[in-house]
Structure formats: structure tokens, C-alpha cells
């Protein structure tokens, strides 16, 4: 059974830095890329930032390209996105999902599996 865990999220003040976690288990079908999504209040889904297999190829909305890095480490099946200067329009639940047959180079594009999300305040 795959399972998609994401951590890290929290209150913070506009300007701080968060690092989220999505933590992945159970998959069995060889390299996956992992993409991150938010969801604001009364709002869609949106994109924030994709990552391949081997970590060589990545995507940014261009909301966050200059503030957020995403990165992996395949040992431990974790992916992280680091947040810096954050807005109070950041503010949403953040997803990690995952793409099991983009294999070891390609972007995420299409999500078979997903996390409960985490939810990152900024502001008062």
C-alpha cells in the first residue's frame, strides 16, 4: 500500500523559512517524481514545484520560483521543499503527489498517489 506523508508545516511569520517533508513508502513499481501542490482557502489547487527521480530535472510555479527549492533524497524516500521569505499568500494546505510512471528523468504529470497535506500559516 503507497503512502504519502507530508510534515514540516506550521504558523510562521511573513519573511520565515519552512522546510516540508513528504515522506513516501509502499511503492514497489521502481522511480517515481514527486510534485508539490497547495490548496488556499476557497481556492483550487495549485502547483508549486515538481522534481524528477534523479533530482536532475525541476519545476516552479513562478509564485515561488525565487523563494522555494525542492530536493529529494532517494535513500530515504523523502522529499523536501524549502520555503523562504514566506507570504502571507503562501498560506494553504500543502500535497506532495506522486507519479509512478514518469520514470527516472521526467517531471511529474501523472499523480496516482497523494498525501493528506499540511497545513502552513503565515501571518499574525
Known amino acids: 500500500q503507497v503512502q504519502l506523508e507530508e510534515s514540516g508545516g506550521g504558523l510562521v511569520q511573513p519573511g520565515d523559512s519552512l522546510i516540508l517533508s513528504c515522506a513516501a513508502s509502499?511503492?514497489?513499481?521502481?522511480?517515481?517524481?514527486v510534485g508539490w501542490f497547495r490548496r488556499a482557502a476557497d481556492k483550487g489547487r495549485e502547483f508549486v514545484a515538481g522534481?524528477?527521480?534523479?533530482?536532475?530535472?525541476?519545476k516552479y510555479s513562478p509564485a515561488v520560483e525565487d523563494r522555494f527549492r525542492v530536493s529529494r533524497n532517494n535513500a530515504e524516500n523523502t522529499v523536501s521543499l524549502q520555503m523562504n521569505n514566506l507570504k502571507p499568500a503562501d498560506t494553504a494546505v500543502y500535497y506532495c503527489g506522486v507519479d509512478v510512471s514518469a520514470g527516472k528523468y521526467a517531471l511529474p504529470f501523472e499523480y496516482r498517489y497523494w498525501g493528506q497535506g499540511t497545513q502552513v500559516t503565515v501571518g499574525s
Open positions: 509502499g511503492i514497489t513499481s521502481g522511480p517515481y517524481a
Open positions: 522534481i524528477s527521480w534523479n533530482g536532475g530535472n525541476k
